[in-house]
């Protein structure tokens, strides 16, 4: 940073002037002239920042971090994971991938899980928010967010991490905020697994209750005799046809009777029967449907694999007090270097000038 400040003196032109020749010269016995010729101001600026940066660095607030590194689960439904044909059991263990990510990252960064931590560690108490403080909840909201940061990895993780006075406090509410990730996800799944439960069930038991009635329909003719329509008539029709090669009347006469009677409610049997098979395959689907919305509604899977949970920290992480004192020394020493160099160079040509009009 120094030579920086001096070749910025040397392409502005704010060079030192010989007394000699009265023009600009730059090299590194004038470099080590000026800072001793400038060594009080320098040293005393220095030494002055130094002091405060150390002060201030013990005043400030230490805190302890801790952090936990967690995983999406593949997103899906277990009923279709387990209980669909051709799918295998192991598409349930599989990690997600960036759309879980995303999903993962909104509900963690979600107001109730915000709202959850702040209601269970009374962080407005915690991180001493009056509730006359004007706009108290902004204020709460902006500790919130500078304490506990949740960010992706490039390994299509998440990491949590909190910063806290208290180093078991920082560790739990990082693992609070982990653990709440399963409960807002089941929540907000057991809703809709529910809602589609009851659709399912009230489809299938109405298909239920049709097929009850059809079959009520079936019972009542079967009581007048219509069992199986078509194999009746067929016999009742090689019947008929021998009674009229013997020549009985009489016989063929009841015969058809019987074939009348079966034709005013046959028909309607057929119908029923080939229905009824149709709507049995149905029912068959609809209570596979039925079970797998019965297990989404009970379902309560993790919606993350947690790769490490936090743990109270045995030293602080902020402040790093010597990089501020580093850095604000240095700071100091430059500001001061520069300052200087402007004020000589000011100097500098209001000689040059004075010099010119003499």
Known sequence: MLFIVLHLHHYTNLLIMTESENQ??????????????RRVPIIVVTVVAAIVSIVVSLLIQEKYKSEVILFPSASGSISQDLLSVGVTTKAVLRL?????????????????????????????????????????????????????????????SVRITVLDKDPQMAADIANEISNLVDTVMNNMQHE??????????????????????????????????????????????????????KGDVKSADKIQIRLNDLARVGG????????????????????????????DAKQKLPHKYVVNAAVKAEKKSYPIRWLIVTMSTASAFVLSLLLLVVCDSVTANAFRLKTKKE
């Open 192 to 245: 809709k697994a529910l809602q589609a439960l009851a659709l399912v069930e009230e489809a299938y038991n109405s298909l239920k209750s049709e097929i009850a009635e059809l079959q009520d329909s079936l019972n009542h003719m079967r009581q007048q005799g219509v069992s199986d329509y078509k194999t009746q008539v067929e016999a009742l029709n090689n019947a008929m046809a021998k009674a009229l090669a």
């Open 268 to 295: 309607s049997s057929t119908q029923i029967t080939a229905y009824l098979t149709k709507i049995n395959t149905q029912l068959v689907d609809l209570r596979a449907k039925y079970a797998e919305a019965q297990l």
């Open 24 to 37: 600009y010269k730059f090299d590194s016995i004038d470099i080590i002239l000026y800072f001793w010729k």
């Open 96 to 156: 997600g991938e960036d759309e879980e990510l995303e999903q993962l990252m909104q509900v963690l960064q979600s107001n109730e899980i915000r709202n959850r931590v702040i209601s269970k560690f009374n962080l407005r108490e915690h991180y001493g928010i009056s509730p006359t403080t004007r706009y108290p909840q902004t204020a709460l909201q902006r500790k919130y967010d500078k304490n506990i940061t949740i960010t992706p990895t490039k390994f299509l």
